[in-house]
């Protein structure tokens, strides 16, 4: 005989009762935990991801080409100046007149006074020595390049150059005032030097013979005694 298969048994539906429904409800209508909650926050969108707008767009960052204002730009006109009127041209040739005959007087009276200085220095000169020397870096031009120079008691500038030359350079001519002027401002302070290289030179001998005499006097009244 064959047996039959058992039968599942049907599960049968447990009454929940009042108190157990109401322990559940409870349950689900509880929050949970505050360390069991998730709080959403910017950061924890990966803010890095999100592109920059400030870096805007590749059309906003094209630099927009500035039209130049024609109202700056171009340059106000100059007005022109209405042409010299015939009295306008006199009054300029008659101060022209008197500038060249103002620079006629006073190139006179530079050459007299040249000429004045040509002869103190002369003299002044003669009773020093017979050269002063110029530094060769106040020298200008074509006397750049001297090694050597002197100015003589006449007024004359001797240049003694690198590579041998030697050229004399009349200091009291027109052409060569600036260089006289350099010259002179150059070698006049060495004039105190040798004035009192002179003054000390004759109180020595002033002292020397002063000695040599009262001691000549001394013996001369000496012999004169004995005699």
Not at 43 to 65: A, C, F, Y
Not at 114 to 127: G, N, Y
């Amino acid at each position: 005989m064959s047996q039959a298969a058992p039968q599942e048994e049907a599960v049968q539906p447990q009454e929940v009762s009042p108190e157990d429904e109401a322990k559940i409800t409870e349950e689900v209508s509880e929050p949970a935990p505050d360390d069991e909650m998730t709080t959403v926050t910017p950061e924890s969108q990966g803010l890095n991801d999100v592109p920059d707008d400030s870096e805007g767009t590749p059309e906003e960052n094209v630099i927009e080409e500035t039209v130049p204002d024609s109202s700056i730009s171009e340059a106000t006109p100059k007005q022109k100046s209405p042409p010299a009127s015939p009295e306008d041209v006199i009054a300029t040739l008659k101060k022209l007149r008197e500038d060249v005959g103002q620079i006629y007087e006073i190139s006179s009276e530079e050459e007299n006074i040249v000429i004045a200085f040509s002869l103190a220095f002369l003299k002044l000169m003669e009773s020093l020595t017979r050269s002063l020397p110029v530094d060769v870096e106040i020298l200008q031009g074509q006397l750049r390049n001297a090694e050597r120079a002197n100015i003589l008691p006449k007024g004359e500038l001797v240049v003694l150059f690198r590579d041998g030359r030697m050229e004399s350079r009349d200091l009291t001519k027109p052409q060569n005032r600036d260089l006289l002027v350099d010259v002179v401002s150059n070698v006049l302070p060495r004039f105190n030097k040798l004035i009192g290289e002179r003054r000390g030179r004759i109180e020595k001998r002033i002292s020397f013979l002063a000695d040599v005499t009262k001691e000549l006097q001394n013996i001369a009244e000496s012999v004169t005694a004995v005699g």
